[in-house]
């Protein structure tokens, strides 16, 4: 499996990415310049954490209008899947390609810690390799998290299951004690209606190794990984045999 990681100008977090992926799972990491457009037949696309463009406007705003998204957005529309952390989520969300947004917290200061979430579904290109209801713990580090939308959006992402990850306390409880940033609903990571992109504010590129202090990150790189095998077999299977 071929993934690209998207670098913008600020982004920090795109080396732990390629990191993640090249040295801890195995598989072939292409870095992608934001001024690239050819996406290099790759079969995942992330967009890492970080400040793009110093987080100037608002998080997101200009890197959504950086010469790879046109691609990136032409790769979702297609089927492709994306994959976007933290701030990568918030290029998604400027770009149209997720619903909500993503604000300033609640308290306007800057969190960093480790963060319980509850898997909402485990039936997704995205979190095949977890259990649903499982509980992952991730780190967080950004000062504007907190998700927001329209009681329209929410209810509507609500009941077509886009919701992935909810932030809760280590039972699994979805309380106020445990959302860090105040996001509605306790949403930390949701999905496009289509299921083929998914952003969240937690960093699973920064939770693959032990000695990193959890592997539980490396669960939703391999999600996606078997998600691109088992699509790679069903197309293959689906190929009449020849005479």
């Not at 670098?7 to 390629?18: K, Q």
């Not at 954490?49 to 209008?65: E, T, V």
């Not at 969300?93 to 909500?100: D, Q, V």
């Not at 927001?148 to 886009?162: F, K, M, R």
């Amino acid at each position: 499996m071929r993934w690209g990681v998207v670098t913008f100008p600020g982004s920090l977090d795109d080396h732990d990415a390629l990191y993640a992926i090249d040295h801890v799972l195995g598989q072939t990491a292409i870095p992608l310049w934001h001024k690239e457009r050819d996406l290099r037949g790759v079969d995942c696309v992330v967009l890492p954490g970080g400040f793009s463009y110093g987080d100037y406007l608002r998080c997101g705003a200009l890197a959504r209008f950086s010469p790879v998204m046109e691609s990136v957005v032409g790769f979702a529309r297609d089927g492709g899947l994306v994959f976007g952390i933290c701030n990568g989520f918030q290029v998604l969300c400027e770009a149209g390609l997720l619903p909500g947004a993503l604000i300033r917290n609640r308290n306007l200061s800057f969190v960093c810690e480790y963060v319980h979430v509850r898997v909402e579904s485990a039936a997704t290109a995205f979190t095949r390799a977890c259990g649903p209801g499982e509980i992952l713990t991730l780190p967080i580090k950004h000062g504007e998290g907190c998700y927001v939308a329209s009681e329209a959006t929410l209810s509507e992402i609500e009941e077509e299951g886009q919701i992935l990850l909810r932030y809760a306390d280590a039972g699994g409880r979805v309380t106020e004690a445990a959302n860090p940033n105040g996001s509605l609903h306790n949403i930390a990571g949701v999905m496009n209606r289509q299921r083929n992109v998914f952003g969240l504010m937690p960093h699973p590129e920064h939770a693959v190794e032990k000695a990193l202090g959890g592997e539980d990150g490396l669960k939703l790189f391999r999600s996606i990984a078997a998600s691109v095998a088992a699509g790679r077999t069903e197309s293959v299977a689906s190929v009449a045999p020849g005479p």
